[in-house]
């Protein structure tokens, strides 16, 4: 095989992959990438849930459940994996969550975070 033919051949199914991926992921969004993010959400909302009962809480366990399930659905709403916003809020949730304890200003950061998730989505 030539230089110049697989090089013709590397350069077409690159741009053909990259073409496919992007129509799957931008247009087939909820055949795809929601499914995912319900399954990916739920795995991680339960292992918060299960980690609720070794923390200090100086806020209601059901506020917290509550907060998380609205957390959870907002970020399934978003478009596509990889937001900055939704990094900054898992690494904030993460956070709050290291150093076993949660308190109510803790809890109102994270829910000013999750407005501004919302204010983004529309």
Not at 3 to 11: N, P, R, S
Not at 20 to 41: G, M, S
Not at 88 to 110: M, N
Request: proline fraction near 2%; charge should be neutral; charged fraction near 25%.
């Amino acid at each position: 095989m030539k230089t110049g033919c697989f090089l013709k051949g590397f350069i077409i199914s690159t741009i053909l992959l990259a073409a496919v991926l992007y129509i799957a992921i931008n247009k087939f969004d909820d055949y795809l990438a929601r499914p995912v993010k319900e399954y990916l959400v739920g795995m991680a909302k339960s292992e918060f849930i299960k980690e609720l009962d070794s923390l200090k809480l100086e806020v209601p366990k059901d506020s917290i459940t509550s907060f998380l399930d609205n957390a959870g659905e907002t970020i399934i709403l978003l478009p596509g994996f990889s937001n900055e916003k939704i990094s900054s809020f898992a690494d904030s949730l993460g956070r709050v969550f290291a150093d076993q304890t949660v308190t109510a200003r803790e809890l109102e950061r994270l829910q000013y975070l999750l407005k501004e998730l919302k204010s983004n989505e529309k």
